[in-house]
């Protein structure tokens, strides 16, 4: 829906023509223009509801003349009141009626926009017993109590007939609004008056947490005090539960490295995929466990406001949570292979258009960049041909996964409904390469599953928004310029509210850890299976979950039947993602200390098959 523009005074980077900065208690504890980090004003992370065109922000240099008439609400263009027709001598004579009470009163007195109305203005729908209205009621154009109360001067509006609406948030820019007040023999609208009111305060509120979770994922990386080594990039991605009052960054991870299969530990002690999205994901996994133990505490309040118990003894988000994805950069496989392409060297994409495209086995996933102009396609880690075998998936396909299955994985499945990410928001994508960005996430993300059959409640095909921040990452390649040799080694983990938030890692251990003392439990790496697998037995004690123990990791995953019957739709016989590489039995078939237990694992496998196939031959 498209509404007549504001006149807003700021300039093009979101900084009112009068702008004030608080320096109380920010959200995040940090202001979001700080190291740097400040978005410009157009469509962005949280600019898809409310689009650019709907709300422009003007330069304090431009007068309101230049741009037209900028307000009447009663003009029939307007969508407010698309079902009313209004004639030319009805429109004059509203027009006339402000201009004789004007008249009238006079000028009110209004020293520029220094000095602002004392009145206070309450808007109560009519036969409500609530003292205020939504912004969804005031923009619906709710029937307000005592709607002609108030005349013009009352509001202190100045010649033109307009008031100055300041609206302040305290840690972010506050923004100076003309908001025309439109009048019938002298008395105000308040129905037209509180339907502006409200349209400002949205655009402030999307001009203002646009940034936000960019921001605060940066701003808490910065508090971390994390370096690349010089000439060394990095990437960054985080999880931020976000509902009406709040966001919580609930995780972090960065890196771009991961273990070829040569070195994959069997212990389950240390982390095979070091990409950022994965540690991330495994970051909010570990978050998500111990909120439910929190909530089980019998010494701590166990009222979240972020997860619920369920009648089922599980937990899910709140109604009016939702979770997003931060990535400063597009993810690696099949999302970024035309971004990629877009800053390949003319010859050598011309060299690779020239060559013939390697044999691609049906169901089995291209490694790295091969066949880069394949679209749809899985991959494996890494994207250099010259690196040794990994049997790790793609960010792209392991987001994909997630939109399936739930980032909450199969072990947390046990404890926690499936929850999707709802929207993805990407760093370092240029105005001119976003649509095509956008097409090639939604493929690669959502669009190629559409196949999928088999699913059953409260599993589904979850398909997330996609947007865009150009809030700078100042690890990144493109921050660090041409100088970059290489993608950093190391790693940095964090999980808001953990005991050890954040821990750096090289190789899938610890980082400083002797290797004689990196099998050792306290040096454990707090993301690995071994670690998970810990903690998910100790909150599942906690929770009073009636479950069959289980021997293994490996087990324990297979126990959760309704994420492997969705697992089984995605990545078995027929599924979209039929020939999945995985790591599988071999490298989770360890027990509580890590100890490995093969043969248990096989022998309960086997056992687990009879008994289905007894229970589907039984008449």
């Known amino acids: 829906m498209a509404y007549t523009a504001y006149d807003t005074y700021g300039s093009q980077f979101g900084y009112p023509l009068s702008h004030s900065l608080s320096h109380g208690a920010p959200a995040y504890g940090i202001h979001p223009t700080e190291y740097g980090y400040q978005d410009p004003v157009y469509a962005g992370a949280y600019g898809e509801t409310y689009p650019q065109g709907a709300y422009p922000v003007y330069t304090a240099q431009r007068t309101v003349s230049q741009y037209g008439r900028a307000y009447d609400d009663l003009d029939l263009r307007d969508p407010y009141y698309a079902d009313r027709h209004y004639s030319a001598s009805q429109m004059r004579r509203r027009r006339s009626s402000m201009s004789r009470s004007l008249s009238r009163m006079g000028r009110p007195m209004l020293d520029g926009y220094r000095r602002m109305s004392s009145s206070v203005i309450k808007f109560k729908r009519k036969g409500g017993f609530r003292s205020g209205i939504t912004l969804g009621e005031a923009m619906s154009d709710a029937h307000l109590t005592n709607n002609y109360d108030y005349s013009v001067y009352d509001l202190n509006a100045d010649g033109r007939g307009r008031i100055i609406l300041k609206i302040k948030w305290t840690g972010y820019n506050s923004m100076t609004y003309e908001i025309p007040v439109d009048t019938y023999d002298g008395r105000v609208e308040l129905q037209t008056i509180a339907r502006r009111i409200a349209r400002a305060c949205v655009h402030?509120?999307?001009?203002?947490?646009?940034?936000?979770?960019?921001?605060?994922?940066?701003?808490?990386?910065?508090?971390?005090?994390?370096k690349p080594p010089d000439s060394q990039f990095t990437i960054l991605a985080a999880f931020v539960l976000r509902r009406p009052e709040e966001l919580k960054l609930i995780s972090l991870g960065t890196g771009s490295k991961c273990l070829p299969a040569t070195r994959l530990p069997l212990s389950g002690d240390a982390l095979h995929d070091s990409h950022a999205e994965v540690l991330a994901r495994r970051g909010a996994v570990r978050w998500f466990l111990e909120e439910i133990g929190r909530c089980c505490s019998a010494s701590a309040d166990n009222e979240s406001p972020w997860i619920t118990p369920e009648d089922d003894g599980t937990f899910s988000l709140r109604d009016d949570v939702v979770l997003d994805m931060y990535i400063s950069t597009v993810p690696c496989g099949d999302a970024s292979t035309r971004f990629l392409a877009s800053f390949q060297d003319p010859d050598m994409a011309a060299l690779k258009d020239s060559a013939r495209p390697s044999q691609v086995t049906p169901n089995a996933p291209s490694r790295g960049r091969d066949n880069y102009s394949l679209y749809g396609v899985m991959r494996t880690k890494p994207g250099r041909a010259d690196s040794p075998r990994t049997l790790s998936m793609s960010c792209s396909d392991k987001i994909a996964a997630w939109n399936v299955l739930g980032i909450q994985g199969a072990l947390a499945s046990h404890l926690l409904r499936p929850v999707y990410i709802t929207r993805i928001i990407i760093g370092e994508v240029d105005a001119s390469m976003r649509e095509t960005v956008t097409a090639d996430c939604m493929r690669a993300m959502h669009a190629r599953l559409r196949t999928i059959d088999g699913l059953h409640t409260p599993y589904r095909l979850n398909e997330p928004s996609i947007a865009f921040t150009s809030v700078p990452f100042i690890h990144s390649r493109f921050c660090l310029g041409p100088g970059v040799v290489s993608g950093c080694n190391d790693s940095l983990c964090f999980i808001s509210d953990s005991p050890r938030e954040c821990e750096v890692l090289i190789n899938g251990f610890r980082r400083g850890v002797p290797p004689k003392r990196?099998?050792?439990?306290?040096?454990?790496?707090?993301l690995s299976k071994l670690a998970l697998y810990v903690l998910y037995t100790e909150i599942a004690e906690k929770a009073g979950m009636a479950m069959t123990r289980c021997e293994?990791?490996?087990?324990?995953?297979?126990?959760a039947s309704g994420y492997q019957t969705a697992k089984r739709a995605l990545k078995g016989p027929g599924g979209p993602f039929e020939g999945w590489v995985t790591s599988g039995e071999k490298w989770e078939s360890f027990d509580l200390n890590g100890s490995l237990r093969h043969g248990i694992v096989t022998a309960a496998l086997v056992n687990r098959a009879q008994e289905s196939e007894d229970v589907t031959d039984d008449p």
């Open 518 to 526: 990196a099998h050792m439990s306290k040096f454990r790496p707090v």
């Open 204 to 226: 402030f509120l999307q001009v203002s947490t646009r940034p936000l979770l960019s921001g605060a994922t940066l701003a808490t990386y910065s508090r971390l005090k994390f």
């Open 552 to 559: 293994t990791y490996h087990l324990a995953k297979c126990a």
